[in-house]
T-cell receptor
């Protein structure tokens, strides 16, 4: 158990458009989900913490108006990159923490975003 | 603030040789420690974790790690490396009060020579 999916796995969009990435916990409920960004050959950097039914908490330096996060249910969080630019091209990974669980997170397979 | 250091950016070992990947952390209390592996273009797979108790933890794929509080280390080991172990390895610490997200080290890329 504890499977997290992401959709799409890969997306190419034009500069100025918006793209939505979904993160789903398939077999458990997740009150909290996390969005990370990973540049090539670099580590994962936390972008924001997504809490079901409330506003996301963004890390310093992350534009909340550009990276819109919605966590409308206990199994789904979405990240929308608005007015995407080439510098937003990256690998986006989500993780989910089980409701009532304490320390372990389960990671999705990631979404490769390329902005042309 | 907590932090994680992986001193080795890139390691190359021969298949069948032993492996040790280093991880040092900075944290004010007993940390929760994790090792993840990432294949190219893929997400992260949990290899093992340490929460408390026995300081030598066993993970999947024949990996183990030892928590050493005196050295603030959580090094990952494998006695005999297989070609399929070539990947990026991340050490992570967390969560702690007020922050449930993990803090990751910069990663170590493992190459395996035939």
């Amino acid at each position: 158990g504890a499977v997290v999916s992401q959709h799409p796995s890969r997306v190419i969009c034009k500069s100025g458009t918006s793209v939505k990435i979904e993160c789903r916990s398939l077999d458990f409920q997740a009150t909290t989900m996390f969005w990370y960004r990973q540049f090539p050959k670099q580590s994962l950097m936390l972008m924001a913490t997504s809490n079901e039914g409330s506003k996301a908490t963004y890390e310093q330096g992350v534009e909340k108006d550009k990276f819109l996060i919605n966590h409308a249910s206990l199994t789904l969080s979405t990240l929308t990159v608005t007015s995407a630019h080439p510098e937003d091209s990256s690998f986006y990974i989500c993780s989910a923490a089980k409701t009532g669980g304490l320390y372990e997170q389960y990671f999705g397979p990631g979404t490769r975003l390329t902005v042309t | 603030a907590q932090s994680v250091t992986q001193p080795d950016i890139h390691i190359t070992v021969s298949e069948g040789a032993s492996l040790e990947l280093r991880c040092n952390y900075s944290y004010g209390a007993t940390p929760y420690l994790f090792w993840y592996v990432q294949s190219p273009g893929q997400g992260l797979q949990l290899l093992l974790k340490y929460f408390s108790g026995d300081t030598l933890v066993q993970g999947i794929k024949g990996f183990e790690a030892e928590f050493k509080r005196s050295q603030s280390s959580f090094n990952l080991r494998k006695p005999s490396v297989h070609w399929s172990d070539a990947a990026e390895y991340f050490c992570a610490v967390g969560p702690y009060t007020g922050r449930r997200a993990l803090t990751f080290g910069s990663g170590t890329r493992l190459q395996v020579q035939p």
